[in-house]
T-cell receptor, first 114, second 115 residues
Framework: GENVEQHPSTLSVQEGDSAVIKCTYSDSASNYFPWYKQELGKRPQLIIDIRSNVGEKKDQRIAVTLNKTAKHFSLHITETQPEDSAVYFCAAPSMDTGRRALTFGSGTRLQVQP | DTGVSQNPRHKITKRGQNVTFRCDPISEHNRLYWYRQTLGQGPEFLTYFQNEAQLEKSRLLSDRFSAERPKGSFSTLEIQRTEQGDSAMYLC?????????????FGQGTRLTVV
């Protein structure tokens, strides 16, 4: 099935700096790559996603890049703010489910120091 | 609140007891998923419904677990003869049925503690 690896597991940055989280996947046919943010005690919420027909997508301070050849995608957060502190998960469609459900990475705990 | 709703939010049970959780997805969503999340990990896929049909079930899922979605709306997840290793957050998610994957909206989850 799909194997999704995420790095780093923890990331601490100063407010205003950029943060980058990277994920690799194993299924070359995967075509949808979402990123979820989960604050403590809350549900995961989608913050951005990208499909395999584009290499980059931006939404204000958040961007995602995709390298299909290398099978990795990254989340970029610029001008970080304390409210960006949370756990971030990448995901990719799971081959085991006919690509209908997602396999999630193990998460990155981002801490933005004021 | 028109989001995904799960009940109960918390459940404490003794080992060996049966528990049942409920999920009410967003009303127009055909796809419904159950995931399990343990501390420090990402959600792990358990099972998936398209309308009332259970189309996929994780190979990791014990036969003590069963899920239903009888009318293609709400779903229930039952765990029989609970074990301490079943302690986790059980998350439900739903999405619209299109020919490609779209955003999955998660519920707040049911936190199960088996003592």
């Amino acid at each position: 099935g799909e194997n999704v690896e995420q790095h780093p597991s923890t990331l601490s940055v100063q407010e205003g700096d950029s943060a980058v989280i990277k994920c690799t996947y194993s299924d070359s046919a995967s075509n949808y790559f979402p990123w979820y943010k989960q604050e403590l005690g809350k549900r995961p919420q989608l913050i951005i996603d990208i499909r395999s027909n584009v290499g980059e997508k931006k939404d204000q301070r958040i961007a995602v890049t995709l390298n299909k050849t290398a099978k990795h995608f990254s989340l970029h957060i610029t001008e970080t703010q304390p409210e960006d502190s949370a756990v971030y998960f990448c995901a990719a469609p799971s081959m085991d489910t006919g690509r209908r459900a997602l396999t999630f990475g193990s998460g990155t705990r981002l801490q933005v120091q004021p | 609140d028109t989001g995904v709703s799960q009940n109960p939010r918390h459940k404490i049970t003794k080992r060996g007891q049966n528990v049942t959780f409920r999920c009410d997805p967003i009303s127009e969503h055909n796809r419904l998923y159950w995931y399990r999340q343990t501390l420090g990990q990402g959600p792990e896929f358990l099972t998936y419904f398209q309308n009332e049909a259970q189309l996929e079930k994780s190979r990791l899922l014990s036969d003590r677990f069963s899920a239903e979605r009888p009318k293609g709306s709400f779903s229930t997840l039952e765990i029989q003869r609970t074990e301490q290793g079943d302690s986790a957050m059980y998350l439900c998610a739903s999405s619209t049925h299109l020919t490609e994957n779209t955003e999955a909206f998660f519920g707040q989850g049911t936190r199960l503690t088996v003592v």
